[in-house]
């Protein structure tokens, strides 16, 4: 039996592409956006990730919160794309909050997600206590059961950052490690509801002392500028959330520190565990890249119908660099450069 | 009746009002009255508790409480309210009245609120003070009510206007001192302007956190939160800030000014502006020097030149953006009047080296800012 793959990136590096290509496979079960967001768009990592051994109904807890930054955007109206439940004329469970595994996850996988919803808190309930990798490894098997599907591929956008816990937690995991240019990756974070609110609350959190969301002391209140002050849940508004000046640079500085950490994270893998793809390698080289990609799932001889429908579904990068201001441009390149200088230090791409 | 004298203070359980009840505790037999607000506790219990705080932090552990218990008295009262809401008493006429509640707010969202405690609170102690019959008044200003100007700084009349200004703080104290100018001219009116308020001379204890304490805190956080996206970048990263070979940074220790304050009442100094400054401030470059280095972070790199920035530089200075007016320029604040009355000043023989503003640092990151709560992990 083949081993298990996770998808790590950035966020906003092509990822999804290879979901969506893991989608169009028929032995592969695509979990998609799973710890995005059972860990509240990265705010709840540690809580996503206990040390100690918890029961079924604890673990319930952790994929089926309704989680305040998720559900505070989408009671704003500022939906991601990954998101697909619920219609936004849902408004009574929006306005309620929504599970953290009902917003895309399960959409993905069932025509009635709420139904499958409540099929596994049924039966996750039900699990004695074990260690929580345990726990998510009979998650997705249960999955794989229902929908028959030979391996699981987890991508979640993002989740470089905690490459070191993935492979803490599935120790027999394959990595598929998917790059990006830097500065295209930062002009997509910037203009992206998660990313911008992921980046936003690092700042909040730092700012003010304590989670916003989850502690009410308001005491260094006044060390928060105007425009941070009106993204406190209190105040925020869908206004306020894009009038916010999330400049490209800040995205990139954010990129060059993931992929940094990733790759240390990363580099003590055997070489058989671990595949690298260029989002660039993917335009420019689609049909050879996916060829590669299909080999190594490990999943028997390729599947030339999977092939051709994955390499269909390449576009062309919407973002570009070279169209912004000079100034910009050489912030973002600065931004950038620790991140570069690392991935050439391991021989990845060609960004210079 | 007490033949004790009687001082009103406004602000007493603020930094620089609380400083200014101790001192006169120690060095006269006055009695106390603070205006107060009750808060849960009331006036009397709210005043005395800052205040034993203040003493213990200050190094004079209980030696005070039984001052503080027999000769301070809190009257509920607020700023915003006429008259400060206080009925004066008959005890009240001939009494000196200092006013040191202040709102150290700087924010723009802020400038209601700075107009209302600064401006509008001072007229309404001026009238409480005129209604109460009080011989004098000493106003705490701020020395920055010079503003954006250089050079020698004299103890005279704020002379710039609106435009002449930094921040709506400057503007509010300005506008403060003209109302009392007004309302007292020609009468028992002394204006005591210190210059940046840091913590007590052998303690280093602060019981408040704006000014250098909030610098310190606004460089260590941008640390954290460059950190929080790329791990160790504050120490292996010098940042540039605009920097003044020539500019010195005026810190005064909060007995050093509370003692000459005191030192100036009991003198009888006449109506007059004083500088409650450092005589010999050091330069400011060095003192970044070693508010980095207290943050184990590289010194930064000064230029003069905002072209020279690089994005992230960009980024810090925007959030230290307050503090850089007080960093740039050299202001030479005079202290003649201050030194014709109280000879052997308190803030003329300090001397503040970068041995001793490193212990300044150390106490505030040492203590109030690493009894932060801890904040969840990211990764």
Redesign the interface.
Known sequence: MSAPVVVVGTGRCGSTLISEMMRAHPRVLSVSEFFSFITDLGALIPEAFPTAPLTGAEFWRILAGCHPRQNLLLRHGLRMDEVLFPPPERRDLIEAGVPALLLTTLPHLSDDPEALFAALEAEIRTWPEAPVGDHYRALFADLQRRLDRAIWVERSGGTLRIAHRLRETFPEARFVHVVRDGRNTAISMSRHVGFRMALIHFQLLELLGVDPFRDDDRSELEDLSDELAALLPEEFSAKAFWSYDLAPSICGHYWAGEVRDGLAALASLAPERLLTICYEELLERPRETVTRLGAFLDLGAPDPRWIAASTAMIGQGRSDWRALPDRARRDLDEACAPGFAALADAGIGDYT | MSERPTHIVTGGTGFVGSAIILELLERSSARIVGITRPGSEGATARLHGVLREAARLYGRGDALDVAIAERVEGVAGDLHAEGCGVEPRPDWVGAELWHSAASL?F????AESIFKTNVHGSEQVAALARAAGVGTINVLSTAYVAGTRSGVILEAPAEVMDEGTNNHYERSKIAAERIFEAAFAGERLRILRPSVVIGHSQTRAALNFNGLY?FI??VY?FR???E????D?GSRFALRMIGDPAATLNLIPVDLLARDAVALSLADAPPRYYHLTHATPMPTCAALDVVFDTLEMPGPDFTDDRGEF???DR?FNR?VDFYTAYLVGRKDFSRAHVDAVVPDSAGARYVLDEAELRAFCRWYTDGPLAA??P?????
């Open positions: 707010q924010l723009d969202r802020h909030g805190r606004g956080k954290r939160l460059m929080r996206t790329q791990r970048l690089r994005w992230i980024k959030r932060r709560k904040l969840p992990e990211s990764r």
